[in-house]
């Protein structure tokens, strides 16, 4: 009975060990990503400076250049691809939400669910054949529209989230006031769940921002200028997928450049969406 | 004025009562375009991965599945056949679930039964927030650090062809399991904290210990650990950017690990630009996207409602 | 030493909320004793500082002496020792629900590899017979506990803890979830055991304390308001004392230190 318990004891230390090293493995692998980063693309930021935000990337195996043109297109893509996803995203929410037993509330939960499902290069291969195609050139307006797609069911869930979460003595105030229902659903419930709104759009924003694979085929590949809305373009993450496996030093610096910049803009826009959808609890 | 007052509100009165009867809602009027909208992306969507494919089932049939062939063409119709890079998406989704719901696991456990409450309130953020990281941040990392450890380890010896730059199936699946390790913790931990604490309560009385606590319990919610596992799959399986840059990006069957091979989805990533040089290779490679949604939709169906279930189970204490 | 449990001026916070004040009570040995009091008093919390179940709650701070068998089992490395013959019995029956009834009750032997075999089987059957449950399912042990009702998944979870061979049964309102009828059983249980085991019984339940304890405790806002014999502290209707306690407490401006609800 001795032993037993001292086998336990044994036991508990080896399995608090294994428990602890795996949880430390993943957070070591956070951390060294963003130092990894911060190091490799240290002599682009000391030799540019905040030209780094202004210039175009180098030729390759010269000078290191800087993200601007791909800043702008990727700022361009992601708002119009964000304004729409939340034009469509919002109202399906407060549907979902607000006429949860209707059939169309149904067919769109139904839709959504399978969207949210499909792996996101598909929505780049679909974009690609129907807008992509005839326009004979990819398009900021095409790697938007891929990335209004995947964004939108985040959108949409959060809206509905935010709207379930009002507590019902709020909701039977909206109600009592002897408004017509939509009137009271659109004029008092959804102004009062503003913060659940904005969170749904970051929320699409951090989304959009970060997805690579449905721009592949959609935004095209021009690194160097910003073409207008339906000329060839490019985002962020897309830079780095395309300058990752290059041979030339200064674009796979450049790379981890965007990476450094990625992971800041993912960190703050999900704690900022973090800090919101914790307030929607009221 | 007053019997127009007194009208008002009996419409008013009257329009409550129309809705009781469901008549059309002119709520559900305003937001109903948006629904449609979003249902004719939906349509699109199934509508260009079948007619786009068509060609491609019409003209290999089973075959398409069956055989590895992978000859493009440019003067006439190549032939195109996904086994291997099926088989490698299945593979690459195989490693990568088995690591993520181990971590996943373990991951639980450490926050559930040792972590003291100020570490467990620091290490959850930041799950959150690794988890948060775009996928081609880790795609960057997999091809810059991963790869090279496992060209280094000489592991690449152990195959026929094995990889020289350490991209390989084993490599892509590593890279994604870890990539999708906190998202699989995250469930498993949200059915773990559903037990009611009342049997947490009950094994402390008993004098178990944190390993013996942790088996109860995790034999409560076991459905989650399936669904952590599956729904890593059904990431996993769809998964692009990662694997594109780690595989290695060549047909191969996935007979031995450490060879550098192709999944579906980084074969349509780096064909798909040029695929309408080749005839027929277009509608092949949306034949192969039509594959691969449905082994990912399946697994991602089928993981939801296992985890769902747990954590009904789990609150209602019942079995 | 004729005492089971011996607490001394225990204080407990939760956070910056005290739940029990300056707490002393003497459990003698071989009795039931009863803690009485409205709910959110601190009943439950000083059951659970007793074998030490209050440490799980965030925020904890557990001040002052609890011996228990005349070991301080807070200070005293051999507390844990003592603990393991303690047993504890929830408000809500909880038995393990994946597990089967024999498992259920054979869980506490096991983890501490006391007993295998022929002589576990044994054990189990000792405790489910204890328990009033035997009759019951000798033919269905390998079911799982969830198949139970919920009187009969009570009496599983004392036999779950009557397993551990325990000097000490805690019982934290035992019989609250329960039709009447059930609870009878029950009760009938607690007084058969008690003639071997000393019982705590936390119960808002006066006359059920009368039924079976002869001592006790009243709390009141995390104090101890009164102890001794039952007889004397309920010499008067327990409402009348509730509502005594209530008036005094809003006299005193409720001074603030517990904002648990009052209410019986």
Redesign the interface.
């Known amino acids: 009975?001795r032993l037993?318990?001292l086998?336990?004891?044994v036991?508990?230390r080896v399995?608090?060990a294994?428990?602890?090293s795996?949880?430390l493995?993943?957070?070591a692998?956070?951390a060294?990503?963003v130092a990894?980063?911060a190091v490799?693309s240290f002599p682009v930021i000391a030799a540019l400076g905040p030209a780094l935000f202004i210039e175009p990337p180098g030729l390759p195996g010269g000078e290191f250049g800087g993200l601007g043109p791909v800043l702008v297109s990727t700022a361009v893509i992601v708002s119009l691809g964000v304004l729409v996803g939340s034009?469509?995203?919002?109202?399906?929410g407060?549907?979902m939400s607000?006429?949860r037993g209707?059939w169309?509330?149904r067919?769109?939960d139904a839709?959504?669910?399978?969207?949210s499902?499909?792996?996101?290069?598909?929505?780049g291969?679909?974009v690609?054949?129907?807008l992509v195609?005839p326009m004979r050139t990819p398009s900021a307006i095409a790697a938007a529209v891929s990335l209004c797609?995947t964004a939108?069911p985040y959108i949409?869930a959060q809206t509905r989230e935010s709207l379930a979460a009002i507590p019902l003595s709020y909701r039977e105030a909206a109600f009592s006031l002897?408004l017509?229902?939509?009137k009271a659903?659109?004029r008092l419930l959804v102004p009062m769940n503003a913060r659940g709104v904005a969170t749904a759009v970051l929320l699409g924003g951090?989304r959009a921002?970060?997805?690579?694979?449905p721009v592949?085929?959609t935004a095209g590949a021009a690194f160097s200028a910003f073409y207008g809305l339906i000329g060839p373009s490019s985002t962020l993450?897309l830079l780095?997928?395309y300058f990752?496996?290059s041979p030339y030093e200064n674009w796979?610096r450049l790379?981890?450049a965007a990476?450094l910049l990625?992971?800041a803009l993912?960190?703050v826009?999900?704690?900022a969406v973090?800090r919101l959808s914790r307030g929607v609890k009221m | 004025m007053k019997p127009d007052l007194l009208r008002a509100s009996g419409s008013r009165r009257n329009a409550l009562a129309t809705h009781m009867r469901a008549k059309p809602d002119p709520l559900l009027l305003i937001l109903a375009p948006s629904a449609i909208a979003l249902l004719a992306i939906s349509a699109a969507i199934a509508a260009v991965l079948v007619t786009g494919s068509l060609d491609t089932w019409i003209h290999e049939g089973p075959g398409f599945l069956a055989s590895s062939e992978w000859s493009p063409s440019e003067e006439r119709r190549g032939t195109y056949r996904v086994l291997a890079p099926l088989a490698g998406t299945l593979v690459v989704a195989g490693i990568a679930s088995a690591i993520a719901a181990y971590l996943a696991v373990a991951v639980a456990v450490y926050l559930h039964e040792y972590a003291p409450r100020r570490v467990r309130e620091v290490v959850e953020p930041s799950l959150y927030s690794i988890a948060a990281l775009p996928t081609v941040v880790f795609g960057m990392w997999g091809l810059s650090t991963v790869a090279p450890l496992v060209r280094q380890s000489g592991l690449a010896s152990l195959c026929a062809r094995g990889s020289p730059t350490g991209q390989s199936f084993f490599t892509a699946g590593l890279v994604v399991g870890l990539m999708i390790a906190p998202y699989a913790a995250a469930v498993v931990s949200e059915a773990y904290r559903a037990v009611p604490f009342t049997y947490v309560e009950a094994l402390y009385s008993l004098g178990a210990k944190g390993f013996e606590r942790a088996r109860v319990i995790l034999g409560m919610v076991k459905g989650s650990l399936l669904a952590a596992a599956v729904l890593s799959f059904g990431r996993a399986a769809g998964e692009t950017t990662v694997v594109t840059l780690t595989v290695g990006n060549a047909v191969n069957m996935p007979f031995c690990l450490f060879e550098p091979g192709h999944t579906v989805s980084s074969l349509i990533a780096s064909q798909f630009g040029n695929a309408y040089l080749y005839p027929g290779m277009e509608s092949a490679l949306l034949a192969a996207a039509l594959v691969m949604v449905l082994v990912s939709s399946a697994s991602t169906t089928l993981g939801l409602k296992l985890a769902r279930a747990a954590i009904k189970r789990a609150r209602g204490g019942e079995a | 030493m004729g005492e089971a449990v011996r607490v001394k001026d225990l204080s407990v916070w939760y956070g910056s909320q005290k739940a029990l004040d300056n707490v002393s009570i003497t459990v003698p040995r071989g009795s039931v004793y009863a803690i009485l009091g409205p709910s959110g008093c601190g009943k439950s919390t000083l059951l659970r500082a007793i074998n030490k179940l209050v440490l799980l709650r965030d925020g904890v701070r557990v001040e002052g002496e609890v011996r228990v068998f005349g070991v301080d089992v807070y200070r005293d490395p051999r507390g844990e020792e003592v603990l393991a013959r303690v047993g504890m019995v929830f408000q809500t029956p909880n038995p393990f629900p994946h597990l089967s009834i024999y498992d259920n009750v054979a869980i506490g032997p096991r983890l501490r590899g006391q007993s295998k075999g022929r002589e576990l089987d044994e054990l189990v059957r000792w405790a489910l017979e204890k328990a009033g449950l035997w009759e019951e399912v000798r033919d269905r042990l390998r079911k799982p506990a969830s198949e139970l009702s919920g009187g009969q998944q009570q009496r599983l979870c004392i036999a779950r803890a009557l397993a551990l061979r325990p000097g000490l049964l805690l019982m934290d309102e035992p019989t609250a979830n329960l039709d009447p009828l059930n609870a009878a059983r029950i009760e009938e249980l607690v007084k058969e055991l008690s003639r071997e085991i000393t019982i705590i019984l936390v119960t808002h339940d006066a006359e059920q304390a009368q039924r079976l304890a002869r001592r006790g405790a009243l709390l009141f806002m995390g104090r101890v308001v009164e102890e001794g014999l039952l007889s004397g502290i309920l010499s008067r209707p327990y409402s009348k004392v509730l509502q005594a306690l209530v008036a005094k407490c809003r006299v005193a401006g409720g001074d603030g230190e517990a904002t648990e609800p009052l209410l019986p």
């Open positions: 009975m037993h318990s086998k336990r004891a036991l508990d399995f608090l294994v428990t602890a795996a949880t493995a993943l957070l692998v956070g060294f990503i990894i980063s490799e034009l469509i995203g919002v109202p399906v407060i549907l607000e006429c209707s169309l509330a067919a769109a839709a959504l669910q399978a969207i499902e499909i792996p996101s290069v598909v929505v291969l679909v690609f054949v129907v195609l797609i939108l949409a002897g017509p229902r939509w659903v659109l951090a921002l970060g997805e690579t694979a592949l085929f993450s780095i997928f990752a496996p796979r790379a981890w990476v990625l992971v993912t960190i826009l999900s704690s973090r």
